[in-house]
């Protein structure tokens, strides 16, 4: 459906030269997104597969470990979107103190993502609405060191950015300029908390492309568009946890995902993106019940080959339970988290790596690297 009252641009100087800025319109569309049949369909199966995955993260005992990978793996993929370069063996290993490397930055600035993720998550426990207020402690906390720290962090931008190319004049969009931003981000602050009809999937929608065309800090703007998905969602009751994350997705359709942006600004065609978005919410959450339920057979089965583990048994137990919850580690930090001398636990990593249930990532005696192996090779995929 096309819509004319879109938005509107306005022209304005920088540098010497006229660009056109774009200004959203404030949400909701008008008219109300109209899903065609399949949207309808695709909205259902959506909220069945989350609520699939919503009962699987608060019935299953050993939940927590999951998440803990599962939001590290989400921190690689939307801090990669924004070009940088870290693996998560290189964000788990520097959680522990364990990383060698000289250039941190990659690594710190996905690590700053975690512990965004998780201020956000707690602010919502203790009762904190999704406000503006919100989301510039998010942004402090994602830029609070390193790359992006000179971006004003925690602040709303007060100078003109852009997308793509070197200039406002060669970009592929400019947002609006300062003057309209608080106009802007006070309207979404408002839809975001409204009651209305609308379901909260297609609302997290709407809002994720409005924030992302807002576009209102001079740097992070993507990681904390994301970030509000998962916040959203949890927030409406849809998840209990935070178990869906879609930076994946978004990677993999790069292309797409941006034709639908701008198919929104150019006739108002929200529903083709809504559909999208759909399919990645349905996708990415039937993925994750897959891994969920995988990663807990694996688990069982690592256990039940450590209880034949005779007098090393209670040992193995120990630091299986810690790798779990690291699931990239050295002996000898594994060896103070666990409380086990040094020497007992080269003997219980051989004998767990001898059963497969870790592998170790490095050759010879020197800077011995272990990882999980049912954790890893799923995370990996």
């Not at 404030?26 to 309808?40: F, I, M, Q, R, V």
């Not at 060669?170 to 379901?199: H, K, T, W």
């Not at 490095?362 to 954790?375: C, F, I, M, V």
Request: charged fraction near 25%.
């Amino acid at each position: 459906m096309k819509r004319e009252n879109t938005g509107k641009y306005v022209v304005i100087s920088t540098i010497g030269e006229k660009v056109n800025a774009y200004i959203p319109a404030a949400l909701p569309p008008h008219p109300l997104p109209e899903l065609s049949a399949t949207g309808n369909k695709l909205l259902m199966s959506a909220v069945q597969t989350l609520g699939s995955l919503d009962a699987l993260g608060e019935h299953l005992p050993d939940v927590a470990p999951f998440i803990y990978a599962y939001i590290r793996k989400e921190a690689v993929y939307s801090s990669m979107i924004e070009g940088t370069q870290s693996s998560l063996s290189d964000l788990l290993l520097y959680e522990q103190g364990g990383y060698n490397q000289a250039d941190t930055d990659d690594v710190e600035e996905v690590s700053h993502y975690v512990s965004a993720m998780q201020l956000g998550m707690e602010r919502m426990q203790d009762g904190y609405p999704i406000s503006l207020r919100l989301i510039r402690e998010l942004h402090a906390e994602l830029l609070r060191r390193g790359r992006g720290s000179t971006k004003m962090p925690g602040e709303f931008r007060q100078s003109q950015n852009w997308i793509g190319g070197t200039r406002s004049g060669n970009a592929a969009y400019v947002p609006p300029p300062p003057q309209d931003l608080m106009d802007c981000m006070g309207a979404l602050e408002l839809f975001i908390n409204r009651d209305d009809e609308l379901s909260p999937l297609v609302k997290a929608a709407l809002v994720h492309v409005q924030f992302e065309s807002i576009h209102p800090f001079l740097d992070g703007n993507g990681r904390v568009g994301r970030l509000l998905i998962q916040m959203m969602l949890c927030n409406s009751g849809l998840l209990r946890k935070p178990l869906l994350y879609l930076s994946l997705y978004f990677k993999q359709h790069r292309q797409e995902y941006y034709r639908l942006l701008n198919g929104i600004r150019q006739d108002g065609n929200w529903e083709a993106w809504i559909e999208f978005f759909l399919e990645a919410v349905q996708y990415t959450a039937s993925d994750a019940v897959r891994v969920l339920a995988e990663l807990q057979r694996r688990v069982e089965q690592d256990k039940a080959i450590i209880a034949t583990f005779g007098r090393m048994r209670k040992n193995a137990e120990k630091v299986l339970s810690m790798m779990q919850r690291h699931i990239v580690t050295r002996p000898l930090i594994l060896a103070k988290q666990v409380s086990i001398a040094p020497s007992t636990i080269y003997r219980v990593l051989d004998k767990l790596e001898e059963h497969g249930i870790i592998r170790q990532n490095t050759q010879g005696e020197r800077n011995r690297l272990y990882t999980y192996s049912a954790y890893q090779s799923m995370l990996d995929e």
